[in-house]
Each structure stands twice: as structure tokens, then as C-alpha cells.
């Protein structure tokens, strides 16, 4: 579970961006759970199977400008 307090966007333009990477976050997690705490506060539950290739994905230099841009 990962509870995630936005700073630069509204829960829903996360949100928003989250769904539009589904494809992507079929490969390493199923079973998605996001619930919506407040404007800035998300609850994301999710079996994360390929935990490697999760761990690839948020050491890309892409993450680290979606962390900055949406976190």
C-alpha cells in the first residue's frame, strides 16, 4: 500500500495521468486498488508481481520528472 500527498496537482489530474499508464503498470502490478483520501492524499493497494521491473520504472529519469511534475 502507498499513500501518496500531491503538492503540484489535484487528486484528479493524478489520477487522470495514473489511468492513462495502465498498460504500462500491467507489467510489474494487478489487482489496483486507488482511493481518493482528499484533494491532495491518494491510497494506491496493488499486488505488485515483478517487483524488478517495477523498481526499473521508477529509476528512470522519465519518473523522476512525472514524480516532480505530479508529487
Known amino acids: 500500500m ?3 500527498t500531491m503538492k503540484n496537482c489535484t487528486y484528479n489530474d ?3 495521468a495514473f489511468d492513462a499508464d495502465a498498460e504500462m503498470q500491467a ?3 494487478r ?3 486507488v482511493s481518493k ?3 491532495q492524499t491518494a491510497v494506491v ?3 505488485v508481481f515483478a517487483s524488478e ?3 526499473q520504472l521508477i529509476s528512470t529519469p522519465e519518473s523522476s520528472r512525472w ?3 505530479w508529487a
Do not use: C, G, N, S
Request: hydrophobic share 40%; charged share 50%.
Open 2 to 4: 502507498i499513500v501518496l
Open 14 to 16: 493524478w489520477k487522470r
Open 27 to 29: 507489467d510489474f502490478m
Open 31 to 33: 489487482e489496483t486498488i
Open 37 to 39: 483520501v482528499d484533494d
Open 45 to 47: 493497494r496493488a499486488d
Open 53 to 55: 521491473k517495477m523498481q
Open 67 to 69: 514524480k516532480k511534475k
